[in-house]
């Protein structure tokens, strides 16, 4: 399952996937459905930290704010 929320108590939006989808490309998919219109900031772990996915977070209006892997 893949959620967005905007709190503990508020979903935004979720999507169910097959076990071994990798989380990044269906988060970019989940995330295209929401936008931002006052960039709010998007807290996110690791496994969305590629460009492709921060740039989706971009173009939807927010300001992703995730830790850097170690490798990068």
């Given at each position: ?6 709190s ?5 939006a ?12 269906e988060?970019?998919?989940?995330i ?15 496994a ?10 971009l ?11 170690k490798?990068?």
């Amino acid at each position: 399952m893949h959620l967005a929320s905007a709190s503990v108590d508020f979903a935004l939006a979720f999507h169910l996937s097959l076990g071994n989808n990798h989380d990044a490309p269906e988060w970019r998919d989940l995330i295209g459905n929401i936008v931002s219109h006052d960039k709010h900031p998007l807290l996110m772990d690791r496994a969305y930290e590629d460009e492709a996915t921060r740039q989706s977070a971009l173009d939807s209006g927010f300001i992703p704010v995730v830790p850097p892997k170690k490798n990068r």
